[in-house]
């Protein structure tokens, strides 16, 4: 079994900045890419970033030029930086790995974690 942690989350005002993090662990062979959806109330879940094991990235539009996205692939985590936050970027932000366990190392599965809360006050 993979577990995602998410951690940072809160209550900024708008135009702060906060940074979003997640640790995978667990039985893993290996983790292909990761990436950060968000929900907010009333609404479909979205896809907010995501980045290959090489580093390649993809924005949802509404975030271009204000998020980043890394990782550490050493350390199995993802980050989310966020800069410009508006109100509209409220939501419940979900980590998301495509991983391997070491028993199937063949075989890919979605993970995800628990959520953490970004509340943007404006």
């Known amino acids: 079994q993979v577990q995602l942690v998410e951690s940072g989350g809160g209550l900024v005002q708008s135009g702060g900045s906060l940074r979003l993090s997640c640790a995978a662990s667990?039985?893993?062979?290996?983790?292909?890419?990761m990436a950060w959806y968000r929900q907010a109330p009333g609404k479909q879940r979205e896809l907010v970033a995501d980045?290959?094991?090489?580093?390649?990235?993809n924005y949802a539009d509404s975030v271009k030029g204000r998020f980043t996205i890394s990782r550490d692939n050493v350390k199995n985590t993802v980050y989310l930086q966020m800069n410009r936050l508006k109100p509209e970027d409220t939501a419940v932000y979900y980590c998301?790995?495509?991983?391997?366990?070491?028993?199937?190392?063949?075989?890919?599965?979605?993970?995800w974690g628990q959520g953490t809360q970004v509340t943007v006050s404006s």
């Open positions: 980045i290959t094991r090489g580093g390649s990235t």
């Open positions: 998301n790995a495509e991983a391997a366990l070491t028993f199937s190392p063949g075989t890919y599965s979605s993970w």
């Open positions: 667990g039985s893993i062979f290996k983790i292909d890419a």
